[in-house]
T-cell receptor
Framework: NAGVTQTPKFQVLKTGQSMTLQCAQD?????MYWYRQDPGMGLRLIYY???????DKGEVPNGYNVSRLNKREFSLRLESAAPSQTSVYFC?????????FGPGTRLTVL | AQRVTQPEKLLSVFKGAPVELKCNYS??????LFWYVQYSRQRLQLLLR??SRESIKGFTADLNKGETSFHLKKPFAQEEDSAMYYC???????????FGTGTRLTIIP
C-alpha cells in the first residue's frame, strides 16, 4: 500500500497564479485533511472532509478551496496564489485513532 | 476552544540524558492526546496516544488532567531521537486534531 500520496512535491508560483494540489489515499479512510506547516506555527488545518461529498473549513481556510472527488481523493486549490501561502502542505487521512500523512508539497509563491 | 501549547520551540539534550518535551492543553470536554513525530526526510507519524498507555521507542507520556498536561518523557536520549515533535488533541471519538506548534529536539552526541 502506498498510503497517502501527494503531487507535486515542489512547486513555485508567481503571485496570482492558480494551482491544485492532489492527494490520494488507499486505506479506505472516510476522513481526509489538508494542513499547512509554517516555522513556529506548527500544523494548521486548512480544510477537512469527514466523508465523501462533505467538506468543512479548518483554522485557516481563506484563499483555498477543496474538492472531495471520491473516497480516495481530496484536492486543494489555490485560485490566486499569494506570498503568504508559501508553506509546506500536508494531506492526511485517518481512522478513528490515527492520522496518516503524505510526504508534503513545498510551495513557494514569488 | 481547544488549544495545545508546546512552550519550547527548540530543545537540546545530551545523549544519555533524560528528555522531557512539554505539552499543555485547554479543553472542556474529554480529550484524547497524542504525540506525533517527524524525523528528518520522513513523514509525520504517530508516536503514541495516551489511551493506549504504550511505551514507544522508550518514550512515555502521562495525561495529567489536573495540570492539563501531556508531557513526553524518555529516561535516556539517543541520537536517533532528534526530530520535530508535535503534541495534538482531539475530542473523544472525533478524528480531527488540533496540533501544538511543535518542539525541535536535538540530541547532542
Amino acid at each position: 500500500n502506498a498510503g497517502v500520496t501527494q503531487t507535486p512535491k515542489f512547486q513555485v508560483l508567481k503571485t496570482g497564479q492558480s494551482m491544485t494540489l492532489q492527494c490520494a489515499q488507499d486505506m479506505n479512510h472516510n476522513s481526509m485533511y489538508w494542513y499547512r506547516q509554517d516555522p513556529g506555527m506548527g500544523l494548521r488545518l486548512i480544510y477537512y472532509s469527514a466523508s465523501e461529498g462533505t467538506t468543512d473549513k479548518g483554522e485557516v481556510p481563506n484563499g483555498y478551496n477543496v474538492s472531495r472527488l471520491n473516497k480516495r481523493e481530496f484536492s486543494l486549490r489555490l485560485e490566486s496564489a499569494a506570498p503568504s501561502q508559501t508553506s509546506v502542505y500536508f494531506c492526511a487521512s485517518s481512522d478513528l485513532w490515527e492520522q496518516f500523512f503524505g510526504p508534503g508539497t513545498r510551495l513557494t509563491v514569488l | 476552544a481547544q488549544r495545545v501549547t508546546q512552550p519550547e520551540k527548540l530543545l537540546s539534550v545530551f545523549k544519555g540524558a533524560p528528555v522531557e518535551l512539554k505539552c499543555n492543553y485547554s479543553y472542556s470536554g474529554s480529550p484524547e492526546l497524542f504525540w506525533y513525530v517527524q524525523y528528518s526526510r520522513q513523514r509525520l507519524q504517530l508516536l503514541l496516544r495516551h489511551i493506549s498507555r504504550e511505551s514507544i521507542k522508550g518514550f512515555t507520556a502521562d495525561l495529567n488532567k489536573g495540570e492539563t498536561s501531556f508531557h513526553l518523557k524518555k529516561p535516556f536520549a539517543q541520537e536517533e531521537d532528534s526530530a520535530m515533535y508535535y503534541c495534538a488533541l482531539s475530542n473523544f471519538g472525533n478524528e480531527k486534531l488540533t496540533f501544538g506548534t511543535g518542539t525541535r529536539l536535538t540530541i547532542i552526541p
